[in-house]
C-alpha cells in the first residue's frame, strides 16, 4: 500500500457519504468505504479508481445497526494492515416513530446506528492517531441536531448527542494533532429523503434552503482542516443557527416546533 492518507467513510454508498469519498480520493487519499449495499460500494469504488489514479480503495459491506459491525470493521481494516488518518461517520437514515408500533428492539437498533457505531469507531481509531499526532474526524450531524422539534424523538437527539459526542472528543484531543468536528447540515440533495419516504419536501420547502452534498461536504472538511468543533453547513443554517441557539429567541422556535 502507497503512503497515502486513509479515509474509512461510512454510509459510502450514497448521497453524502459517496461525496466524501470523491472529494477525499481528489486530496490523494486512499479509501476505505463502509455501507451495506456492497455492490454500490464497488461500483464508487472502480469509478473513483478511474478517475484518481493510484489509490486504494477497500470496500467493507457493513450493517452499523448490528452490536458487532463497528468491531468487524475495526479488524478487517486491521487485518489488511492499513490506518485511518480520516475518519467520517457519515452513515445514518430517518428513524422509527417513538410512538408507533415497531419493537423496542428497532429502536435499540436504530441507536446503534446513529449514536454508538459512531463513538464505537471514534473510540477504535482516535487513539492511534493521537499516537501518530495527526487525524482527522468528522462526525455527520445535522441541523436537527441544534433544536429540538415535537415527533421528532429519535433522529434530532441522536445528532444532539453526536454533537456533544465531538465536541469532548475534538477537546480531548485537540493538543496531540487530532481535529473532530461535527457536521450539521441543513436540508441537502440526497437520496435521505426519498428513502424516508419524504420526496414531497423538496415541492414544499423553497430552493434556496436545500444545498448540495458538493457544498456540505467541501465546507465539512475545510472547518475539520481548521479544527472547528462544530461546522453548521450552508448560509442560510449559518444565519439560523444563532437564533437557534440565543436565550433570546430559541423559545421562539420551540413553541412553533
Ligand atoms: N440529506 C439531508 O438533508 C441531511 C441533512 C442533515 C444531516 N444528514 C445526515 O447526513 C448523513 C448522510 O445522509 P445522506 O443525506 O447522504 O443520505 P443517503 O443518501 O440516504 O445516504 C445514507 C448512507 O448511509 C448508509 N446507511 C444507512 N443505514 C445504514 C446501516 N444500517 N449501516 C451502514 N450504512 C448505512 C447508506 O448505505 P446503505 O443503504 O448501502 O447501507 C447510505 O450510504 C446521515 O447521517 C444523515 O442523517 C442528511
Known sequence: MSA???ALIT????????????????MGCNLILVARRGERLQLNAARLQEQFQGIDVLCIEADLRRTEAPEQVYTAVRERGWQVDYLVNNAGASG????GDQAWSDHLAYLRLMQTS?????????????????????NVSSALGRIALANNCHYGPTKTYVIALSEALGLSVKNHGVHVTALCPGLTHTDFHATAGLDDLKQSTPSFIWYSAETVVREGLRAVEKGRL?????????????LLQSVWTRWMFLRAG
Open 4 to 6: 497515502r492518507l486513509t
Open 96 to 99: 422509527p416513530d417513538f410512538f
Open 230 to 242: 462544530v461546522c453548521v453547513s450552508g448560509r442560510f443554517y449559518r444565519w439560523l443557527d444563532p
Open 118 to 138: 459512531v463513538a464505537e469507531l471514534c473510540h477504535c481509531f482516535i487513539p492511534a492517531m493521537v499516537g501518530r499526532g495527526f487525524g482527522r474526524v468528522i
Open 11 to 26: 454510509g459510502a454508498s450514497a448521497g453524502l457519504g459517496e461525496e466524501f469519498a470523491r472529494q477525499l480520493a481528489a
